[in-house]
């Protein structure tokens, strides 16, 4: 079998909640579109629109990279499930795309291949132990030792579902009291009616409301900060990183909650607090699935 790099462009997918975001490497990423995601819409049906949006392109794909959000089984390339994209379950997205395509396709969770994209461009350091934790509709989570991901036996890093309250709210992953339920985009909005703010008000608005000196928006970040700063917490007890990156939407609003979350962090262990965000990128997802499978499917190793 040839190599794909003759035979076309090694493209990037970033499946998320609401967009998808494709592209190829050619000097460089190359985004050539972003599509509506419609989480009622079967995945048959999202892939060919994917399929039909690529093959548009004239770029025939040599290897395809997806990102998607949910829990991954990446040797298989299934997605086992995601709470934002309930018709997906057990659902084999690299059979059904290299079917479409008649390329290889490799498959992993969101949050990973947003790291390798970070990685490349050095905004993760290459050696020592890392976190990434990107905040958006839920928690998603990647452990980077020494530039490479650790996956455990399949799905480590799945930090949005570590239990922060015992018999707390239920999450759609099946069991209560999840890190995301806590400290994710329904959540905030859930602390802001709390505070007396409109019910389901959107994250980007409560953000805009605290920034204006909204009391209840500013509190509502306050509490999200503290439910953040308690997983944190619990991440440096179990890894003791070096540090932890923040990306995901809602960490655009890291200045609202990062003081009330070192706060909390500080009184529930002594290691030192190193938490940055990433820069916000709606290219790196689908970059780093694009580098991901040069990684794998780039010269020697292909048909391996
Ligand atoms: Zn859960």
Redesign the pocket.
């Known amino acids: 079998m040839s190599n794909p790099r003759d035979r076309g462009a090694f493209w990037g997918v970033d499946i998320g909640g609401t967009t998808i975001v494709i592209g190829f490497l050619e000097n460089g990423f190359r985004r050539v579109a972003t599509m509506d995601m419609d989480i009622r819409e079967s995945p048959e049906r999202t892939l060919e629109r994917l399929s039909e949006a690529m093959e548009g392109t004239g770029t025939p794909a040599g290897a395809v990279g997806v990102g998607i959000a949910g829990l991954v089984d990446a040797g298989r390339g299934i997605l086992v499930s995601s709470p934002n994209l309930p018709e997906w379950r057990d659902y084999n997205v690299r059979e059904r795309l290299s079917l479409l395509l008649r390329c290889p396709v490799i498959v992993d969770n969101d949050c990973n291949v947003f790291a390798i994209g970070a990685l490349s461009r050095g905004l993760i350091p290459g050696s020592g132990l890392w976190l990434m934790v990107t905040l958006g509709t839920g928690i998603g989570g990647t452990i980077i030792l020494d530039g490479r991901i650790v996956y455990g036996t399949g799905f480590a890093g799945e930090f949005g579902?570590m239990t922060v309250e015992a018999y707390g709210r239920e999450?759609p992953?099946g069991?209560r009291g999840?890190w995301?339920r806590y400290a994710a985009a329904g959540a905030l909005s859930r602390y802001y009616s709390e505070f007396g703010g409109e019910e389901g008000t959107r994250p980007v608005v409560i953000a805009e409301r605290a920034a204006a000196g909204d009391v209840n928006a500013s509190s509502a970040f306050t509490r999200f900060g503290e439910w953040l700063g308690i997983g944190l917490a619990n991440l440096y007890h179990c890894l003791n990183p070096e540090g932890v990156f923040l990306a995901g939407g809602l960490s655009g609003s890291a200045d609202l909650f990062l003081p009330s979350a070192r706060k909390e962090f500080s009184s529930r262990c002594g290691y030192e607090w190193n938490v940055m965000q990433l820069p916000a990128s709606s290219t790196a997802g689908a970059e780093g699935a694009a580098l991901m499978a040069v990684r794998r499917f780039d010269g020697a190793e292909e048909g391996a």
Do not use: D, K, M
């Open positions: 579902h999450c992953c069991s999840c995301e």
